[in-house]
């Protein structure tokens, strides 16, 4: 499971859910300059294929549309 990535008030995260999920925190802004790393986080977090990923954007304070097409 990848660990946690920070940079300039951005912040993601995985952790297991049972035994098929994931869920997968983003805190921050998620706009053009985050949205490569959430995208490669995302990629790494479920290249042992679970069945579900859990999105949480509770923690999101603004969502740019390149944000939205990872």
Avoid: C, K, N
């Amino acid at each position: 499971m990848p660990d946690e990535v920070l940079s300039d008030g951005f912040a993601i995260s995985a952790r297991p859910v049972g035994t098929h999920a994931i869920l997968v925190a983003i805190l921050g802004e998620l706009d053009i300059q985050t949205a490569p790393q959430a995208r490669t986080f995302l990629a790494h977090a479920t290249a042992t294929t679970p069945r579900h990923l859990i999105l949480d954007l509770t923690g999101v304070r603004f969502l740019a549309s390149a944000g939205s097409r990872y």
